[in-house]
């Protein structure tokens, strides 16, 4: 079965400093990876997808995220964080489960804090 | 373009009472899903429609959970009877054309947050 791990509960960072924000993923065949953000009282907003290709894609608001397949990682990272950053920062990946599905599966979410 | 629309924003229930949310995708949008939030954890897929058809529901508590996108555009989830353990943000997302693919990118409404009493 799929899963995914974000191994820290909260990361905390100061404005200007680069941030990383770890996934870690298990699937059975080739996976799709996102990385989704949530602001309070608000749903989630897609920031980047690796489907195939180049490992290090490059999404919204400066955020990039580095395929690892030997380490089955997707980390998020951003050069210089922003106090605006802070939210609260899914993984999530897609693999076909019996039946022909692929049905998304999302960790269980890293709050990221950037401190003026 | 306007987003995902969901409603209502908020219901308090009592348990075993039924209750039922409605969601509009993005126009367009051939696909659907509903998701339970529950708080401190990320969000689980209840279902998956494909214009007016089931793609997956496999996650869906059958017993007491039920979905319906009848015409292939908005769709209702409804829970009968609520347990307190249901108290959670129910999102719904939806997306171009994502089956067979998978790869599209998933829209989010604002979601319905539940608490059942």
């Known amino acids: 079965a799929q899963s995914v791990a974000q191994p820290e509960d909260q990361v905390n960072v100061a404005e200007g400093n680069p941030l990383t924000v770890k996934c870690t993923y298990s699937?059975?065949?080739?996976?799709?990876l996102f990385w989704y953000v949530q602001y309070p009282n608000r749903g989630l907003q897609f920031l980047l997808k690796?489907?195939?290709?180049?490992?290090l894609v490059k999404g919204s608001y400066g955020f990039e995220a580095e395929f690892n397949k030997s380490q089955t990682s997707f980390h998020l990272k951003k050069p210089s964080a922003l106090v605006s950053d802070s939210a609260l920062y899914f993984c999530?990946?897609?693999?076909?489960?019996?039946?022909?599905?692929?049905?998304?599966?999302f960790g269980r979410g890293t709050s990221l804090i950037v401190h003026p | 373009e306007a987003g995902v629309a969901q409603s209502p924003r908020y219901k308090i229930i009592e348990k075993r009472q039924s209750v039922a949310f409605w969601c509009n995708p993005i126009?367009?949008?051939?696909?659907l899903y509903w998701y339970q939030q529950i708080l401190g954890q990320g969000p689980k897929l209840l279902i998956q429609?494909?214009?007016?058809?089931?793609?997956?529901d496999s996650q869906l508590p059958k017993d007491r959970f039920s979905a319906e996108r009848l015409k292939g555009v908005d769709s209702t989830l409804k829970i009968q009877p609520a347990k307190l353990e249901d108290s959670a943000v129910y999102l719904c997302?939806?997306?171009?054309?994502?089956?067979?693919?998978?790869?599209?990118?998933?829209?989010f409404g604002p979601g319905t947050r539940l608490t059942v009493l």
């Open positions: 997302a939806s997306s171009p054309r994502d089956f067979p693919r998978s790869t599209d990118t998933q829209y």
């Open positions: 699937v059975s065949g080739n996976p799709y």
């Open positions: 690796y489907i195939t290709g180049d490992n």
């Open positions: 999530a990946v897609r693999d076909m489960i019996p039946g022909g599905s692929y049905i998304p599966t």
């Open positions: 126009s367009g949008h051939a696909t």
């Open positions: 429609f494909q214009n007016n058809g089931v793609v997956d």
